[in-house]
């Protein structure tokens, strides 16, 4: 099994940042893509960021110039820096891994969730 454990959610004013984090742990034989999502209140989960194992990144145009996803592989961990917040960007953020597990000679895709994140941004 992993777990994903996400932190550094919280309340802030439109025009602030925030840094999310989110680390995995359990069978990791190695995560090949790690991302952000987030879902608003009555809407679907939306991607916010991608990265993979060699850096490469990819944004939802909504967050473009305002928010940086970046990486540690040796701590098998996931950033997430948003500045210049709205309130549009007030939802739930979860984080996301696509990875392989392995137990002795098995191994196995799959894809993990963490438990999510409250961001509010208001005045």
């Known amino acids: 099994q992993v777990q994903l454990v996400e932190s550094g959610g919280g309340w802030v004013q439109p025009g602030g940042s925030l840094r999310l984090s989110c680390a995995a742990s359990?069978?990791?034989?190695?995560?090949?893509?790690m991302g952000w999502y987030c879902q608003a209140p009555g809407k679907q989960r939306e991607l916010v960021a991608t990265i993979t194992s060699g850096g490469s990144t990819n944004y939802a145009d909504s967050v473009k110039g305002r928010f940086t996803i970046s990486r540690d592989n040796a701590k098998n961990t996931v950033y997430l820096q948003m500045t210049s917040l709205k309130p549009e960007d007030t939802a739930v953020y979860y984080c996301?891994?696509?990875?392989?597990?392995?137990?002795?000679?098995?191994?196995?895709?799959?894809?993990?969730w963490g438990q999510g994140t409250q961001v509010t941004v208001s005045s």
């Open positions: 996301n891994a696509h990875l392989i597990e392995r137990w002795g000679t098995h191994f196995k895709v799959n894809d993990y």
């Open positions: 359990g069978n990791i034989f190695s995560i090949n893509v």
